[in-house]
């Protein structure tokens, strides 16, 4: 069942919702994405299929990102696998949070999804948020959307690793092709260590 009720639209507030994608990965960027809406103002069949975007088909999301971009207001910001290597994954995603939001412009709370709270600007973080506030679930299906597309255009470049598939996340055979063809430059290194790479 959606979490978001269209007759119940004047109760959600109205905040920046952070959201991202691609933190467990083994390669690609962490990809961020900071959504402003009123929800009262966005179309209620928009705001009744908004979710989390691990719950929705691939279709579903590539059909709601740019209507999301529409109706609302979006930012969008990454950390590099050589950023995530440099200053660990958590910072990186932190860093990209606050590009986005700094981008947006907009003067609004900073609702996060997850247990982290964006340093230097009001808000809260919250665990489970892609069901709690329509912009932290606008925010991860946009950010899903561009990252995947991202992944599969590297894919055509790195064949090999399965991206077009598993969009740089650690499934059986991204695993065994990093151990039979080396990391590429897109891989993070402090995610790969221990498969062999000569």
Same mark, same amino acid.
């Given at each position: 069942?959606?979490?978001?009720?269209?007759?119940?639209?004047?109760?959600?507030?109205?905040?920046?919702?952070?959201?991202?994608? *691609?933190?467990?990965?083994?390669?690609?960027?962490?990809?961020?994405?900071?959504?402003?809406?009123?929800?009262?103002?966005?179309?209620?069949?928009?705001?009744?299929?908004?979710?989390?975007?691990?719950?929705?088909?691939?279709?579903?999301?590539?059909?709601?990102?740019?209507?999301?971009?529409?109706? %609302?207001?979006?930012?969008?910001?990454?950390?590099?696998?050589?950023?995530?290597?440099?200053?660990?994954?958590?910072?990186?995603?932190?860093?990209?949070?606050?590009?986005?939001?700094?981008?947006?412009?907009?003067?609004?709370?900073?609702?996060?999804? %997850?247990?982290?709270?964006?340093?230097?600007?009001?808000?809260?973080?919250?665990? *489970? *948020?892609?069901?709690?506030?329509?912009?932290?679930?606008?925010?991860?299906?946009?950010?899903?959307?561009?990252?995947?597309?991202?992944?599969?255009?590297?894919?055509?470049?790195?064949?090999?690793?399965?991206?077009?598939?598993?969009?740089?996340?650690?499934?059986?055979?991204?695993?065994?092709?990093?151990?039979?063809? *080396?990391?590429?430059?897109?891989?993070?290194?402090?995610?790969?260590?221990?498969?062999?790479?000569?």
């Amino acid at each position: 069942m959606p979490p978001f009720d269209p007759a119940l639209a004047a109760h959600y507030p109205i905040v920046i919702g952070c959201d991202e994608v *691609g933190r467990g990965a083994l390669s690609g960027p962490v990809v961020v994405a900071a959504v402003w809406f009123a929800p009262t103002a966005i179309p209620p069949d928009l705001l009744s299929s908004l979710d989390d975007s691990k719950k929705l088909p691939e279709p579903v999301r590539n059909r709601l990102a740019p209507l999301i971009r529409r109706h %609302g207001r979006v930012a969008l910001a990454a950390g590099s696998p050589a950023l995530i290597d440099r200053i660990n994954i958590r910072a990186a995603t932190l860093d990209a949070m606050a590009r986005a939001v700094t981008k947006l412009g907009i003067d609004a709370p900073v609702y996060v999804d %997850g247990r982290d709270a964006l340093p230097g600007f009001a808000g809260k973080a919250l665990v *489970g *948020g892609e069901r709690l506030v329509p912009q932290i679930a606008a925010a991860s299906i946009v950010a899903k959307v561009m990252r995947d597309a991202f992944m599969r255009r590297l894919a055509r470049t790195h064949p090999g690793y399965g991206w077009e598939r598993n969009v740089g996340y650690g499934t059986a055979l991204h695993r065994a092709c990093l151990a039979t063809l *080396g990391r590429s430059p897109h891989h993070r290194m402090s995610f790969t260590r221990g498969f062999r790479t000569d």
